[in-house]
């Protein structure tokens, strides 16, 4: 995918001289807290690089304080960058002058925040108008794209309804409506799902991957949830101090953290919820129905497993057989497979760990089909159990050797 947003060397320092001693300190390489108590000013990014590709979901996730909303309202020059450049397209947004920036604003990028500021004494479909009404759209356009709008969300029927009448999920559906309204090329999502229920929570999380689904926006989505973070999004970045400690993709943070402070998030993670097949798949021993027992176990053998998939001429699963059961066959003089065939559970690339758990219990490998049903790999218990509580003792082995000066 082609780069949308390029965000490079951004720093933002808050005070009255930020380009003056406080930024000379912190490209000597001092602390924020150090800075803070030589200067008074406050660095909110330390040299943020990110590329952001064009239709992705791009998550920046940190605790209170760590920069990421002061980075995200660097994009659209809410806060005024110190040094550095944001780039949209072959725009540089730092460079553009106060008409240009509006115009950038108002064309280019929707933002949707924590607190939904609604107008109340205007109905919803005003609300989610308001953008194109400011653009100059006619009545009658901008009231059929504010509809569209709200469709999207599954607002239909509350055209005329008025903020106060609706729930706070509703309201922020509102709010996601109405910057989708103008259709911009980026949307900004400031903590915009944070002050709602969990499970209200949820379901928005759900909506907007719905929505994604049929529109590609590029999105940047700011949040201090983790699971949040690791579930809507492509890719992640994890802040602390105005500093970047890494960006990847949900599996990467997960699994190959790259500091103690980013493996301290993820043992908290429940992993088997973030976690899909697919991050764990492996190639499968694969045997037609047709195969003899010594077929089976040259198979096996040959890969170094301890049981083989078998499948039918379309290539679907129809079972495993195990060496245990191959090699009490060839001893008792059995060629064919017959009973040897014991059926298990398909699963699919996009299924959640959490739900196969339930599988393991047999010790055998779970088959991995793709849409038509056909094998495509298997996922095996005690690797992926291993895998698991290896991620969960990462935290002890970075700390472990940040001490010894290596790396685990």
Same mark, same amino acid.
């Given at each position: 995918m082609s780069t949308k947003v390029k965000i490079s060397n951004l720093v933002k320092i808050f005070g009255d001289e930020p380009d003056g001693e406080a930024l000379t300190l912190l490209q000597a390489g001092y602390s924020k807290d150090v800075i803070r *108590? /030589? =200067?008074g000013h406050v660095v909110g990014v330390n040299d943020a690089n990110i590329n952001v590709s064009e239709g992705e979901? @791009?998550?920046?996730?940190? #605790?209170?304080g760590s920069g990421k909303s002061t980075l995200i309202r660097c994009v659209n020059r809410l806060h005024e960058? =110190?040094?550095g450049s944001v780039f949209v397209d072959s725009t540089d947004v730092t460079a553009l002058d106060p008409k240009k920036l509006q115009a950038f604003r108002r064309d280019s990028t929707g933002m949707v925040f924590q607190h939904f500021a609604l107008f109340p004494h205007q109905d919803i479909r005003s609300n989610v108008a308001f953008g194109l009404k400011v653009k100059g759209i006619d009545v009658d356009g901008r009231n059929e794209a504010a509809e569209r709008a709200l469709a999207l969300v599954? %607002? /239909?029927? $509350?055209?005329?309804?008025?903020?106060r009448q609706l729930s706070g999920g509703m309201q922020q559906r509102v709010g996601l409506a109405r910057a989708l309204a103008t259709d911009p090329d980026i949307l900004l999502m400031d903590e915009a799902f944070s002050a709602l229920d969990p499970l209200i +929570?949820?379901?928005? &999380?759900?909506? %907007?991957?719905?929505? &994604?689904?049929? %529109?590609? *926006?590029?999105? #940047? @989505?700011i949040t201090h949830d983790l699971n949040e973070a690791l579930r809507v999004g492509s890719r992640v970045c994890i802040m602390k101090d105005g500093a970047i400690h890494q960006i990847g993709t949900p599996e990467d943070i997960l699994m190959r953290p790259e500091t103690d402070y980013v493996a301290e998030f993820v043992q908290d993670v429940d992993q088997g919820r973030v976690l899909v097949v697919d991050t764990v798949r492996e190639d499968a021993a694969v045997v037609d129905e047709n195969a003899s027992v010594a077929d089976v176990l040259r198979v096996i053998n040959d890969l170094g497993v301890d049981a083989a998939h078998v499948t039918d001429p379309n290539g679907r699963p129809l079972g495993v057989v195990t +060496?245990?059961?191959a090699e009490k066959a060839r001893a008792g003089g059995t060629r064919e497979l017959g009973t040897l065939v014991q059926t298990v559970s398909a699963v699919t !690339?996009? =299924?959640? %760990?959490? *739900?196969? $758990?339930? #599988? @393991?219990?047999s010790g055998l490998p779970v088959a991995v089909v793709d849409g038509d049903g056909r094998l495509i790999g298997c996922v095996r218990p005690l690797e992926v159990l291993a895998e698991l509580g290896r991620?969960? !003792?990462i935290s002890e082995e970075l700390e472990a050797a940040k001490h010894q000066g290596t790396q685990p």
């Amino acid at each position: 995918m082609s780069t949308k947003v390029k965000i490079s060397n951004l720093v933002k320092i808050f005070g009255d001289e930020p380009d003056g001693e406080a930024l000379t300190l912190l490209q000597a390489g001092y602390s924020k807290d150090v800075i803070r *108590k /030589s =200067t008074g000013h406050v660095v909110g990014v330390n040299d943020a690089n990110i590329n952001v590709s064009e239709g992705e979901i @791009f998550v920046v996730m940190g #605790l209170s304080g760590s920069g990421k909303s002061t980075l995200i309202r660097c994009v659209n020059r809410l806060h005024e960058p =110190t040094a550095g450049s944001v780039f949209v397209d072959s725009t540089d947004v730092t460079a553009l002058d106060p008409k240009k920036l509006q115009a950038f604003r108002r064309d280019s990028t929707g933002m949707v925040f924590q607190h939904f500021a609604l107008f109340p004494h205007q109905d919803i479909r005003s609300n989610v108008a308001f953008g194109l009404k400011v653009k100059g759209i006619d009545v009658d356009g901008r009231n059929e794209a504010a509809e569209r709008a709200l469709a999207l969300v599954g %607002l /239909s029927g $509350y055209e005329s309804s008025f903020p106060r009448q609706l729930s706070g999920g509703m309201q922020q559906r509102v709010g996601l409506a109405r910057a989708l309204a103008t259709d911009p090329d980026i949307l900004l999502m400031d903590e915009a799902f944070s002050a709602l229920d969990p499970l209200i +929570r949820r379901q928005m &999380q759900d909506e %907007l991957m719905a929505i &994604q689904d049929q %529109l590609h *926006k590029t999105i #940047l @989505f700011i949040t201090h949830d983790l699971n949040e973070a690791l579930r809507v999004g492509s890719r992640v970045c994890i802040m602390k101090d105005g500093a970047i400690h890494q960006i990847g993709t949900p599996e990467d943070i997960l699994m190959r953290p790259e500091t103690d402070y980013v493996a301290e998030f993820v043992q908290d993670v429940d992993q088997g919820r973030v976690l899909v097949v697919d991050t764990v798949r492996e190639d499968a021993a694969v045997v037609d129905e047709n195969a003899s027992v010594a077929d089976v176990l040259r198979v096996i053998n040959d890969l170094g497993v301890d049981a083989a998939h078998v499948t039918d001429p379309n290539g679907r699963p129809l079972g495993v057989v195990t +060496r245990e059961a191959a090699e009490k066959a060839r001893a008792g003089g059995t060629r064919e497979l017959g009973t040897l065939v014991q059926t298990v559970s398909a699963v699919t !690339n996009d =299924t959640i %760990l959490a *739900k196969i $758990y339930q #599988l @393991f219990g047999s010790g055998l490998p779970v088959a991995v089909v793709d849409g038509d049903g056909r094998l495509i790999g298997c996922v095996r218990p005690l690797e992926v159990l291993a895998e698991l509580g290896r991620v969960e !003792n990462i935290s002890e082995e970075l700390e472990a050797a940040k001490h010894q000066g290596t790396q685990p």
